[in-house]
């Protein structure tokens, strides 16, 4: 088989690149990840449904199969009474993981690349030491198995990121970093303009936003990131992979602050129109890796390589279940639902929630708890009864719902 063509490669060409969805959500849903420790085990548990997933999203037109190692470094696999460490070591679950996207890599043209996130010891305030040698572990995983580049995603903070991909550079592969703040910038104020210029110093060839707010949000803050690294003329591939929620109502820190995370945000989630309008704005924007996050299923990312398909010339497998705009129903029996079978009417759609005592937005939680708060800290130790009890008096006396 002839190597692929590499990410930057792709990019320096002026290719779309379309990365992958949201799989700790997607997994949790479908019964394989619990959400709170987010368990990237389930690369050792249930290999089956990881393996099935990525394979969807590669029928739907991904170009990358990002290895299934969120929140899958040593201090996260045991914190707060999470024994995985212990049970099946970092090391196993991080190979796992590489093996898999390896594998469904090589059923198309995509390329595998190896993500970390952030960790419980940087909001712990552990040295830089100590926080870098917790990504040089999984790092190491990433070498041995051979991955194609690297991604640092979900910082709300662009010390810890800029860390990340210092640890990754020495890999010598391509690096991507992304974090996960909206305009207001991350959580130590540092504006999205400044954060995209020290990822780039960093070593970062890719920068970006993934994750904590909806498509449209994520595009703001990647027009200020641009015009920062252009102000500073620096050069640098965008890239973007945010929620696939409808956030309008987020503060600072993202849906992490809605009432409804992580169990009730079904009301929010964006139709498959919805993705249309947000590649194609990407796209308009210069963006050219354009992928999603949490919320993300299969058919989103065909969408996005649907509407993208005149400039990459080309549609994804998953397509030929789906006539493009809606063109499908021609064949329904019933007439008027054969009357939607055309472009103007999906695209002129608005949604109706059928829930009649459903507010169109919620008030955040806004504890503005972040990096070096006591609750933040990580323990060992499963959260304790009396510990439980003082968060549920904490939030009678935050909110109002
Ligand atoms: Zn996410």
């Not at 690096?175 to 504006?191: E, H, K, R």
């Not at 020290?198 to 904590?212: D, E, F, M």
């Amino acid at each position: 088989m002839a190597p692929k063509k590499g990410i930057l490669a792709r990019l320096d060409a002026g290719e779309v690149v379309i990365g992958d969805g949201g799989f700790v959500f997607a997994l949790e849903k479908r019964g394989y990840v619990k959400a709170g420790p987010w368990t990237p085990e389930a690369t050792l548990e249930h290999p089956e449904a990881v393996r099935q997933l990525h394979r969807e999203f590669l029928r739907s037109g991904s170009d990358v199969m990002q290895t299934f190692t969120f929140y899958a470094s040593d201090d996260k696999l045991e914190n707060r009474g999470n024994y995985v460490a212990q049970k099946f070591s970092g090391q196993k679950v991080n190979e796992a993981a590489c093996d898999i996207a390896r594998e469904v890599a090589d059923e198309g043209d995509a390329l595998v690349a190896g993500g970390v996130s952030q960790t419980p010891s940087y909001l712990s305030c552990k040295s830089e030491a100590d926080v870098k040698a917790i990504f040089k572990k999984q790092l190491d995983v990433f070498v041995k198995k051979n991955v194609d580049f690297m991604i640092a995603e979900y910082f709300e903070h662009v010390e810890e990121a800029e860390w990340a991909v210092q640890v990754l550079k020495g890999s010598g592969k391509p690096v991507a970093a992304t974090l996960c703040i909206g305009p207001t910038g991350d959580l130590n104020g540092v504006s999205p303009g400044d954060c995209a210029v020290k990822l780039v110093k960093a070593g970062a060839q890719i920068v970006g936003i993934n994750c904590h707010f909806d498509p449209m949000t994520c595009l703001e803050t990647m027009k200020l990131m641009k015009a920062g690294l252009e102000a500073a003329k620096l050069k640098a591939h965008l890239m973007v992979q945010p929620l696939a929620y409808h956030t309008p109502d987020c503060n600072h820190q993202g849906f992490i602050d809605l009432p409804e995370f992580p169990f009730g945000l079904e009301p929010r989630v964006l139709t498959r129109w919805d993705m249309h309008k947000y590649a194609r704005e990407a796209y308009s924007l210069g963006i050219r890796y354009i992928g999603g996050c949490c919320g993300f299923e299969p058919y989103h990312i065909r969408a996005v390589a649907e509407e993208l398909a005149p400039e990459r010339g080309f549609l994804p497998p998953a397509s030929e279940k789906h006539g493009s705009w809606g063109s499908g129903l021609e064949m329904h029996t019933k007439p008027w639902v054969r009357a939607r079978a055309r472009r103007d009417y999906w695209e002129k759609l608005a949604p109706a929630s059928g829930r009649p005592f459903c507010s169109s937005m919620s008030h955040p939680d806004s504890w503005g708890v972040t990096k070096g708060h006591a609750d933040l800290v990580q323990q060992k130790e499963a959260t304790s009864e009396q510990q439980l009890k003082d968060l549920f008096q904490k939030q009678k006396e935050n909110t109002s719902h």
